[in-house]
């Protein structure tokens, strides 16, 4: 009996060791067979701003090309017509109506994504990827107060990013400083850094006392702190050393998404490459003032534009391109003048950036959320137009997909086919938000539930959707949204407030 068991042992132990040795010699197969990911994500870029989308006055020659040699969708979608809500839908594949805290966030916000919750940076890293932020991040950092002297935790690296460099917020909130992987890179430690949202620190200069140390007037909600002659929202004191210089900001992430490309280059990975244009301040690089003729706001778009092809020139020189998958898009539509003085209505000319839709960030309307969104393989994805409606909430689930995951979240659709140009069936219905409002898309079909609060908001001047009927359109027929068909066509809206709520309805209970 003992020498049976002992036999049974050594059996069963030779049995795993060589299912062992078999998975460690296929694993680096399996892993040189996955693609490289790269989404690149614009702030404010409306769905008209793009010559592939039908721009005329600006030129955006390397972003066309992804266009014009991959996907073009016409139809997909932001989950949101602000920045933090999208891109907590991004990284998590959840609706951000779902998270009360996702919504436009303060430089000292606490990060609202769940350390034990899915993220797309997580589901490629189970899969083998190497992950990587640079650029914006706008979703929190922290779990209360935030102490920007010491190592910063939670951040993007707790949520699956091996590696980020990031801005805490946007361009035009505190700290105006860089942050590698959880701390502020080139604090001197001794000058600390301090912020407030609530009052100034004594003898700091801001926007609103000290007009003469501007070099960028503010129009509206931009008077506080001064920092390189503009003026932020919040107050900030310190870290001079630490400070980033604006006009170097697009540099300074590209050549960081560059190295991140350059040093992972022998293992799959994952880069989600933020940029700030054409968000305010609108800083382009001296090379770039004047190249629009449109003002700050066109500049920085073609400045952009620019970064994208000498990111691409760097995959193309790495050999990485045929093996990447690359998805662009933007975090909300466009604004024109968003809280500074930069000619951008003056000079905005024949351009129209939200194209032919309605309204603009902030609103329900489409021009909101529709966005431009391009889906870009070498050799892997055969150009072409799709009309089918997509959402940056399925990039989880697609890409997990695409990487032999399993993953998904309640919200999240697998809609790979549809995204490599292999299929047209994408979405039937989403759920659109701007700051706290929904509305939902329905096949060809939009609605707009009724909204207390004014139709406009004047300061931006954009149609934000609010209305005190339902609002109904067909799509198909009425692009620009100028026809409510909520009256004469009640069996569609029924039907539409039917399915709206059942799925709002989710969040509900």
């Known amino acids: 009996m003992h020498i049976a068991r002992t036999l049974f042992f050594a059996l069963t132990l030779l049995f795993f060791a060589c299912k062992t040795e078999k998975k460690e010699q296929t694993d680096p197969e399996e892993q040189a067979a996955l693609p490289n990911i790269v989404i690149i994500y614009a702030d404010d870029l409306g769905y008209g701003e793009l010559g592939a989308y039908g721009a005329t006055e600006l030129k955006t020659p390397n972003l066309d090309h992804l266009a014009n040699n991959g996907m073009r969708f016409t139809n997909g979608y932001a989950t949101s017509a602000t920045c933090t809500p999208s891109r907590y839908a991004l990284l998590t594949g959840s609706y951000p109506w779902r998270n009360k805290s996702a919504k436009i966030l303060p430089g000292t916000a606490p ?22 932020i640079v650029g914006k991040w706008h979703l929190g950092l922290g779990s209360g107060h935030v102490d920007w002297n010491q190592a910063i935790s939670p951040g993007p690296n707790e949520v699956g990013f091996d590696h980020s460099y990031i801005m805490a917020a946007t361009q035009d909130r505190v700290p105006t400083v860089y942050i590698e992987n959880g701390k502020v890179d080139n604090l001197d430690p001794n000058d600390p850094i301090q912020i407030d949202y609530q009052k100034n620190f004594p003898g700091e200069p801001t926007g609103k006392d000290n007009p003469e140390l501007l070099k960028m007037k503010w129009h509206h909600g931009h008077d506080n702190s001064i920092v390189n002659g503009i003026s932020r ?22 050549a960081e998404a560059k190295r991140f490309v350059k040093e992972k280059k022998d293992q799959p990975f994952f880069l989600y490459y933020a940029l700030q244009q054409p968000h305010v301040p609108r800083t382009p690089h001296p090379r770039f003032v004047g190249s629009s003729g449109m003002g700050p706001r066109g500049d920085v778009i073609v400045e952009a534009d ?3 092809g000498e990111f691409i020139k760097t995959l193309e020189e790495e050999g990485l391109l045929e093996n990447t998958l690359i998805v662009f898009s933007s975090d909300n539509g466009p604004v024109v003048n968003d809280g500074y003085y930069d000619d951008s209505v003056e000079k905005l000319g024949n351009h129209k950036p939200a194209g032919p839709l309605r309204g603009g960030k902030y609103s329900l309307f489409e021009a909101g959320t529709r966005v431009p969104f391009i889906t870009y393989w070498k050799g892997k994805i055969t150009p072409g137009t799709s009309d089918a409606m997509v959402s940056q909430v399925d990039l989880l689930a697609s890409l997990a997909a695409l990487v032999n995951s399993d993953a998904t979240t309640q919200d999240s659709q697998d809609l790979l086919d549809v995204l490599l140009g292999k299929s047209t ?36 001047n954009i149609e934000i959707g609010n209305d005190p009927e339902y609002q109904l ?16 066509h009640p069996e569609k809206l029924a039907e539409m407030k039917a399915a709206y709520t059942k799925i709002r309805g989710i969040a509900e209970e």
């Open 233 to 254: 929202i919040g107050f900030m004191k310190g870290g001079e050393a630490a400070k980033w210089v604006d006009e170097d900001m697009a540099d300074t992430f590209l």
């Open 473 to 488: 359109y067909n799509l198909k027929e009425d692009l620009g949204q100028q026809n409510n068909l909520a009256k004469s």
């Open 425 to 460: 069936n994408g979405r039937n219905e989403l759920i659109i938000e701007a700051s706290t409002r929904t509305a939902f898309r329905k096949g060809d079909w939009a609605m707009i539930p009724p909204y207390d609060g004014p139709a406009i908001i004047k300061t931006v």
């Open 306 to 308: 620019w970064c994208v």
């Open 111 to 132: 990060l609202i994504i769940d350390t034990a919750q899915t993220t797309l940076p997580k589901v490629l890293k189970q899969q083998g990827y190497t992950t990587g």
